[in-house]
């Protein structure tokens, strides 16, 4: 999963070079400025005047690659990471009940009912040297 993602992230970063390369070779139109966007050709800045020329429709194309790449890798990044985590919960339950230390308690009745706690078992930790 995490080599799909790095994949799909490699992608992403070459994307966004030939998106950048896209929007600075783009010649800017010549009624498009601050003036223009309020008036009469606001639905042409917004909305694209028609067919357009190759670059648009790269830098269309190129947008929408850039999101969908975003997204597809944001989704499988959380659900690689919810997958970790449910691993990592499992790995230490079960450690928590393979290294569990038993109790045993004192019912025999005579006036101290005390619990007394078994010694831990032997490590296999080097003695120091003499």
Do not use: H
């Amino acid at each position: 999963m995490s080599l799909l993602i790095g994949i799909l992230s490699f992608v992403l970063f070459l994307t966004c070079l030939f998106l950048c390369l896209l929007v600075l070779i783009q010649l800017p139109k010549k009624e498009a400025g601050m003036g223009q966007a309020f008036g009469g050709g606001a639905t042409d800045a917004l909305f694209g005047a028609g067919a357009g020329n190759a670059l648009t429709k790269f830098t269309k194309y190129a947008a929408g690659t850039f999101l969908v790449l975003c997204v597809l890798i944001s989704s499988l990044s959380a659900y690689n990471s919810r997958n970790k985590a449910a691993l990592i919960r499992s790995g230490l339950a079960q450690t928590a009940t393979t290294n569990a230390v038993p109790v045993v308690a004192n019912l025999s009745g005579t006036a101290s009912n005390a619990v007394k706690i078994a010694a831990p078992a032997a490590t296999n930790a080097v003695a120091p040297a003499k």
